[in-house]
């Protein structure tokens, strides 16, 4: 094992971060890195690893079983017992729980909300021939289709977004702002689920409340904790993989050309949304987040050639894998020839991501509805003048200026 060639996830990093993803992945399958707060981690680069690290049941997601000070973000307990952090067999009964309120079908019907929420937002920009696709389009859309899907009140889904906001991004002249959104949210989704218990509806989180199996039920704690994960994880995920798709089809003006059809006008051609391979080649290309959810090694293993002491912290890099170039060929570019299968962004084996057929649609169905409502949509800036969320966490745009 190499030492890392770049500084792992520092500012330089951050500025290209796929050169650094591939010089790592070039070095070493395995690297011993120091994240920017001083905690050491290991990371796993190539494919094959990252792939079989996401199936191994050696590699756990309990905090319990970690020895080192980082274990990844610090929750209430109440907002701690969900699906990222349990490994079998509390993750199987969760899930297998979850699974029967979080239908296909349920999924399904949220299509055609999706598709009337693409088309209000677009007309409230489309007088001014110029937007903000991050601040106008990408980040008020997947707000209101999880609240939707949460079954959350009209009057409560400004307050919301605020607070997720404040969790995202907080004011740097405010240290304490997240903490009391957190606060905030906390209550409100205790609050959300008494609710809910009382006056049930057709929505995910009422299924969650009444679904049984054999007398099993959620806890309250687990309630709580699902509804914060399906809150953040699909909303944060969803309004960056809406912005960087954007992006990566705006700079590709062939591609749009396919995608618009013979005259130009993307009518009858997007009806039914991106298609399906561009949807898994942007999922490929840019993953929202870049680093599978840390794991902590059970016992001693042996990844890529490298031991990895029992009770370390592991982190595989799905950026890393989904350009690797024995796997993908030309991994950086987007081909929609390419076999639909084998991306990584939405997980791999028993902690496959349970929203996936959300994502998906939401993407299919939010890109688009840009490229079929405005044929002539173009970037406003050049390429080089985008700024991008400073974290090795994330990878999504802090904005995508256009002209249409």
Not at 26 to 41: K, N, Q
Not at 114 to 122: K, P, R, S, V, W
């Amino acid at each position: 094992m190499t030492a890392p060639p770049t500084g792992a996830f520092d500012a330089s990093f951050l500025a290209d971060p796929y050169a650094g993803w591939a010089a790592l992945r070039r070095a070493a399958p395995v690297h011993r890195i120091t994240l920017p707060d001083g905690a050491p981690v290991w990371l796993v680069t190539r494919y094959p690893d990252v792939r079989a690290g996401l199936a191994d049941e050696r590699l756990s997601l309990d905090k319990a079983n970690g020895t080192g000070r980082w274990r990844g973000f610090s929750l209430p307990p109440a907002l701690d017992a969900n699906l990222l952090n349990l490994d079998p067999p509390d993750h199987t009964r969760i899930r297998r729980l979850v699974g029967r309120a979080f239908t296909a079908a349920r999924v399904a019907r949220l299509r055609p909300r999706i598709e009337a929420t693409a088309d209000e937002l677009l007309d409230r920009v489309a007088p001014a021939g110029r937007a903000d696709l991050v601040a106008d389009y990408a980040g008020p859309l997947p707000v209101t289709v999880i609240c939707d899907l949460l079954g959350v009140p009209a009057d409560d889904r400004s307050s919301l977004r605020g607070w997720t906001d404040r969790l995202l991004t907080p004011p740097a002249d405010d240290p304490g702002a997240a903490g009391r959104a957190l606060g905030a949210l906390h209550d409100f989704l205790i609050r959300l689920i008494a609710d809910k218990r009382r006056e049930p509806g057709d929505d995910l989180l009422s299924g969650m409340i009444a679904v049984r199996d054999d007398g099993d039920r959620l806890t309250e704690d687990e309630l709580t904790s699902l509804a914060f994960l399906v809150l953040f994880a699909g909303y944060e995920n969803s309004v960056h993989l809406i912005g960087t798709g954007l992006l990566a089809l705006l700079r590709r003006p062939d591609l749009l050309a396919d995608l618009r059809g013979p005259d130009g006008s993307a009518e009858g051609s997007l009806d039914s949304g991106l298609p399906e391979p561009v949807v898994e080649e942007l999922l490929r290309l840019e993953p929202p987040a870049p680093l599978a959810i840390r794991r902590f090694a059970l016992v001693d293993l042996t990844i890529g050639g490298v031991t990895i002491p029992a009770g370390e912290t592991v982190l595989l890099g799905i950026a890393a894998a989904n350009r690797d170039p024995d796997r993908f060929a030309e991994p950086d570019i987007v081909d929609p020839t390419r076999p639909v299968g084998g991306q990584l962004s939405l997980g791999h084996g028993i902690h496959y991501c349970l929203g996936a057929p959300l994502a998906r649609l939401e993407a299919r169905t939010a890109i688009g509805a840009v490229l079929r409502r405005f044929p002539r949509v173009a970037l406003a800036v050049d390429p080089a003048e985008l700024t991008w969320r400073t974290s090795y966490r994330v990878r999504g745009l802090r904005a995508l200026p256009v002209t249409f």
